[in-house]
């Protein structure tokens, strides 16, 4: 007797097919008219994917909604009309809910109401796109419940603003060549992917159930049993073999009687850890590239190479802004602006959060923002008075400096300390981290003055070993990195400190007749600041301190005068101990 074998494969995510339901007057969204809810069922059920539509809904709703209006009484206007756009919220909370439609599915859908006298639109409500269906005689069916037998209908003429219905229905679907009657998802491409995300959690979660079950293959060779021999037989397995510290279970296959003994087959492959952890890694590639990720960083998600720094951020964010979400954004506020119209005759446009840390002084400085935009970016007067040459952005010398002196310790209280490069490197970067939790990439180079790429792969290296984990934005030392300092008798106090001092390549005394009061009285300070204290300094005083310097350098011999919107002093960084 031969024995059986079940087998299991992957479902098939296929592509949706459209039938007409002439009994209900709809054309079907998928099989069985739930493709929509599949696409849920993998919103809820894959954490990577998840985060991805969560965050990318989020830069696609931005900041706020800027009103651009020929006059003011048309904006205030459209303002009281976004402050309630229905009598439950109002329009940010809408365009959240839009956003999150048109990254899950591709499109989105409103109801608009128009006032009794069809003059103006009275409100406008979002429509869950998941409950909304092509009509065949009526434009659209909406039904909350449609996997009832009986499904609840509401039938809706779509959006015309010549018609002007009491109720209509505005459905939006980004353009997808061939896709005419219901929008594909932007993800399409990597649903299987992300189907396996789902299989993957499952699996672990009932192979830990069952004790990692079916891993073993025991082949008997005395004939077929009667099936209640066979659950005896099962059962004494299970008693001997099979307790709580020892679950698990096996398959066992009985064969015609011979001279074989018993064979036992270990079904699974001594590397089975290593195959998951590439399945993992690819699945999140394969997720990343079918949402169009420019760069993980952006999603929380750090990957081999990224040196997770402040620039790189900044750059990958202004990618994906440029390549992904404005064009989205700018056909989101194009629909909204055009329903819009029809209650003020007003544009809506978005407005986008910059990255964190992203620095205005920085931009202005590099001359790819004006005075007044920095300015009014950093809540300060764009009043043009304001300005002097001198001191550009207007801060409080006296105030600001206040503030300076409360932090810090004066540099008396240290020595500086010369790294000595035969040390072992790896132990060098765990001696810095752990008297300097959140140093970054830069840090280290600049501390230990060795070829970035070779410091690169030591903390890689550091990270692989698990004796280095992050902490917001770098580096911290784990349990095992303390083990291995404290076992390597590395227990000096190192510590890097930052002053304010005159920047490399100027030529000249730190101080000199032309310097600024504020840099005169802030090298004269003569203290030395922890990162930490630094960005506290920053919290408080409202702007960016690392970038912040004293005012106007102009450019030594230059003919025309050439000046320069910073002075000659920077902070920078000192390794130090105390004494």
């Given at each position: 007797?031969?024995?059986h074998?079940?087998?299991?494969?992957?479902v098939?995510?296929?592509?949706?097919?459209?039938?007409?339901?002439?009994?209900?007057?709809?054309?079907?969204?998928?099989?069985?008219?739930k493709?929509?809810?599949?696409?849920?069922?993998?919103?809820?059920?894959?954490?990577?994917?998840?985060?991805?539509?969560?965050?990318?809904?989020?830069?696609?709703?931005?900041?706020?909604?800027?009103?651009?209006?020929?006059?003011?009484?048309d904006?205030?206007?459209?303002?009281?009309?976004?402050?309630?756009?229905?009598?439950?919220?109002?329009?940010?909370?809408?365009?959240?809910?839009?956003?999150?439609?048109c990254?899950?599915?591709?499109?989105?859908?409103?109801?608009?109401?128009?006032?009794?006298?069809?003059?103006?639109?009275?409100?406008?409500?979002?429509?869950?796109?998941?409950?909304?269906?092509?009509?065949?005689?009526?434009?659209?069916?909406?039904?909350?419940?449609?996997?009832?037998?009986?499904?609840?209908?509401?039938?809706?003429?779509?959006?015309?603003?010549?018609?002007?219905?009491?109720?209509?229905?505005?459905?939006?679907?980004?353009?997808?060549?061939?896709?005419?009657?219901?929008?594909?998802?932007?993800?399409?491409?990597?649903?299987?992917?992300?189907?396996?995300?789902?299989?993957?959690?499952?699996?672990?979660?009932?192979?830990?159930?069952?004790?990692?079950?079916?891993?073993?293959?025991?082949?008997?060779?005395?004939g077929?049993?009667?099936?209640?021999?066979?659950?005896?037989?099962?059962?004494?397995?299970?008693?001997?073999?099979?307790?709580?510290?020892?679950?698990?279970?096996?398959?066992?296959?009985?064969?015609?009687?011979?001279?074989?003994?018993?064979?036992?087959?270990?079904?699974?492959?001594?590397d089975?850890?290593?195959?998951?952890?590439?399945?993992?890694?690819?699945?999140?590639?394969?997720?990343?590239?079918?949402?169009?990720?420019?760069?993980?960083?952006?999603?929380?998600?750090?990957?081999?190479?990224?040196?997770?720094?402040?620039?790189e951020?900044?750059?990958?964010?202004?990618?994906?802004?440029?390549?992904?979400?404005?064009?989205?954004?700018?056909?989101?506020?194009?629909?909204l602006?055009?329903?819009?119209?029809?209650?003020?005759?007003?544009?809506?446009?978005?407005?986008n959060?910059?990255?964190?840390?992203?620095?205005?002084?920085?931009?202005?400085?590099?001359?790819?923002?004006?005075?007044?935009?920095?300015?009014?970016?950093?809540?300060?007067?764009?009043?043009?008075?304001?300005?002097?040459?001198?001191?550009?952005?207007?801060?409080?010398?006296?105030?600001?400096?206040?503030?300076?002196?409360?932090?810090?310790?004066?540099?008396?209280?240290?020595?500086?300390?010369?790294?000595?490069?035969?040390?072992?490197?790896?132990?060098?970067?765990?001696?810095?981290?752990?008297?300097?939790?959140?140093?970054?990439?830069?840090?280290?180079?600049?501390?230990?003055?060795?070829?970035?790429?070779?410091?690169?792969?030591?903390?890689?290296?550091?990270?692989?070993?698990?004796?280095?984990?992050?902490?917001?934005?770098?580096?911290?030392?784990?349990?095992?990195?303390?083990?291995?300092l404290?076992?390597?008798?590395?227990?000096?106090?190192?510590?890097?400190?930052?002053?304010?001092?005159?920047?490399?390549?100027?030529?000249?005394?730190?101080?000199i007749?032309?310097?600024?009061?504020?840099c005169?009285?802030?090298?004269?300070?003569?203290?030395?600041?922890?990162r930490?204290?630094?960005?506290q300094?920053?919290?408080?005083?409202?702007?960016?301190?690392?970038?912040?310097?004293?005012?106007?350098?102009?450019?030594?011999?230059?003919?025309?005068?050439?000046?320069?919107?910073?002075?000659?002093?920077?902070?920078?960084?000192?390794?130090?101990?105390?004494?």
């Amino acid at each position: 007797m031969e024995g059986h074998f079940q087998r299991v494969s992957f479902v098939e995510s296929a592509l949706p097919k459209f039938k007409e339901n002439k009994t209900k007057g709809f054309i079907t969204f998928g099989e069985n008219n739930k493709y929509p809810f599949e696409l849920i069922d993998l919103f809820n059920k894959s954490p990577k994917h998840s985060a991805i539509v969560t965050q990318k809904a989020s830069y696609i709703s931005g900041d706020k909604t800027e009103i651009i209006g020929a006059n003011t009484e048309d904006i205030a206007k459209a303002q009281e009309y976004l402050n309630s756009i229905n009598a439950y919220e109002d329009f940010e909370s809408l365009k959240t809910k839009i956003a999150q439609d048109c990254e899950l599915f591709n499109g989105f859908a409103l109801e608009i109401i128009w006032n009794k006298a069809k003059t103006a639109i009275a409100e406008i409500y979002h429509l869950p796109f998941q409950n909304v269906r092509k009509g065949l005689e009526m434009d659209f069916v909406y039904s909350d419940n449609w996997d009832s037998h009986r499904p609840e209908l509401t039938y809706y003429p779509k959006w015309n603003p010549t018609t002007r219905e009491n109720k209509q229905l505005y459905y939006f679907k980004f353009y997808r060549a061939g896709q005419d009657m219901y929008p594909l998802p932007d993800y399409v491409g990597a649903l299987k992917y992300i189907e396996i995300d789902t299989e993957i959690a499952n699996f672990h979660l009932n192979s830990i159930k069952s004790g990692f079950s079916a891993q073993t293959l025991i082949q008997l060779f005395k004939g077929i049993p009667t099936p209640e021999e066979a659950r005896k037989t099962a059962k004494r397995f299970k008693d001997n073999f099979q307790g709580t510290d020892n679950a698990g279970s096996v398959i066992i296959q009985y064969n015609e009687p011979n001279e074989n003994p018993s064979v036992i087959n270990n079904l699974a492959p001594s590397d089975f850890d290593k195959l998951f952890v590439e399945l993992n890694r690819q699945v999140q590639e394969e997720i990343f590239v079918g949402h169009k990720v420019t760069s993980p960083m952006l999603f929380g998600v750090k990957t081999e190479g990224q040196l997770g720094g402040r620039t790189e951020l900044v750059e990958a964010y202004e990618t994906f802004q440029t390549s992904y979400v404005e064009p989205r954004q700018k056909q989101i506020d194009s629909c909204l602006s055009h329903i819009f119209k029809y209650i003020v005759p007003v544009k809506l446009e978005t407005k986008n959060n910059p990255p964190i840390g992203l620095d205005y002084v920085y931009l202005f400085e590099k001359g790819i923002i004006s005075k007044e935009e920095a300015r009014q970016e950093l809540g300060m007067s764009v009043d043009p008075l304001t300005f002097s040459s001198q001191n550009p952005f207007g801060w409080d010398d006296d105030k600001d400096l206040k503030v300076f002196e409360m932090f810090g310790e004066t540099s008396d209280k240290f020595e500086a300390v010369e790294m000595n490069f035969a040390n072992a490197l790896e132990l060098m970067i765990l001696a810095l981290i752990r008297s300097n939790p959140g140093m970054v990439l830069g840090d280290l180079v600049a501390q230990i003055k060795a070829d970035p790429a070779i410091i690169s792969d030591a903390v890689a290296s550091l990270q692989g070993q698990g004796l280095l984990g992050a902490l917001e934005g770098g580096y911290e030392v784990s349990s095992d990195g303390l083990g291995e300092l404290e076992k390597n008798n590395i227990s000096e106090n190192l510590e890097v400190r930052y002053e304010y001092t005159k920047a490399p390549g100027v030529t000249g005394a730190e101080v000199i007749p032309t310097t600024r009061d504020f840099c005169r009285r802030m090298v004269g300070f003569s203290r030395l600041y922890t990162r930490a204290e630094i960005t506290q300094m920053s919290a408080l005083l409202g702007y960016d301190v690392w970038m912040r310097r004293g005012g106007w350098m102009t450019v030594k011999n230059s003919s025309p005068a050439v000046h320069l919107p910073y002075c000659r002093h920077i902070w920078a960084s000192k390794l130090v101990r105390k004494k």
